[in-house]
T-cell receptor, first 111, second 113 residues
Framework: KQEVTQIPAALSVPEGENLVLNCSFT??????LQWFRQDPGKGLTSLLL?????REQTSGRLNASLDKSSGRSTLYIAASQPGDSATYLC??????????FGKGTKLSVKP | GAGVSQTPSNKVTEKGKYVELRCDPI?????LYWYRQSLGQGPEFLIY????????DSGLPNDRFFAVRPEGSVSTLKIQRTERGDSAVYLC???????????FGQGTRLTVV
């Protein structure tokens, strides 16, 4: 059974810092991996999707990497801003496209 | 529509009652997923539709839960004889096809009192 773990559970950084969020999964037979952002009381916003054949994806200040063989992904956020404060969720896709999520990393960026 | 729409945004119901939650996916998206999220947890998969058919309902917790998508667009999640443990945020997502980028609605917060 696929399990997804995100470390750390919470992170507080000063504005301007670069930071890395970690995601690990137990079964390397995934179709893709997706990173989401969730603001309090809101739904999920898709940030980046990495296909299983890809190593990384970039969007603006965000860069996500995937090492399928070791079961790991990282989300790198450059020059963090207070508006980046949210919970970041990592999810891997099974054969039917259903996503298996970690519990998330709650990020707080202090001005 | 521009995004995935879920109604109602909040629902309070009494234990034992029947509820329906609606999801209107992005136009043209053939895949539709329902998830349930409890406080402090990531979303948990409930059911996946490809077109009108339920391709995978392995995440439904018991037979009180049922979902339909009769015309391959709007979906309704139905919960019978609600229990306090059903209280959670129910999220709907759609994608163009399975294993393509998933887009989520804002969720329905269900509270069973």
């Amino acid at each position: 059974k696929q399990e997804v773990t995100q470390i750390p559970a919470a992170l507080s950084v000063p504005e301007g810092e670069n930071l890395v969020l970690n995601c690990s999964f137990t079964d390397s037979a995934i179709y893709n991996l997706q990173w989401f952002r969730q603001d309090p009381g809101k739904g999920l916003t898709s940030l980046l999707l990495i296909q299983s054949s890809q190593r990384e994806q970039t969007s603006g200040r965000l860069n996500a990497s995937l090492d399928k063989s070791s079961g790991r992904s990282t989300l790198y956020i450059a020059a963090s801003q207070p508006g980046d404060s949210a919970t970041y969720l990592c999810a891997v896709a099974g054969s039917q496209g259903n996503l298996i999520f970690g519990k998330g990393t709650k990020l707080s960026v202090k001005p | 529509g521009a995004g995935v729409s879920q109604t109602p945004s909040n629902k309070v119901t009494e234990k034992g009652k029947y509820v329906e939650l609606r999801c209107d996916p992005i136009s043209g998206h053939t895949a539709l997923y329902w998830y349930r999220q409890s406080l402090g947890q990531g979303p948990e998969f409930l059911i996946y539709f490809q077109g009108t058919g339920a391709a995978d309902d392995s995440g439904l917790p018991n037979d009180r839960f049922f979902a339909v998508r009769p015309e391959g667009s709007v979906s309704t999640l139905k919960i019978q004889r609600t229990e306090r443990g059903d209280s959670a945020v129910y999220l709907c997502a759609s994608s163009f096809y399975r294993n393509t980028e998933a887009f989520f609605g804002q969720g329905t917060r269900l509270t069973v009192v």
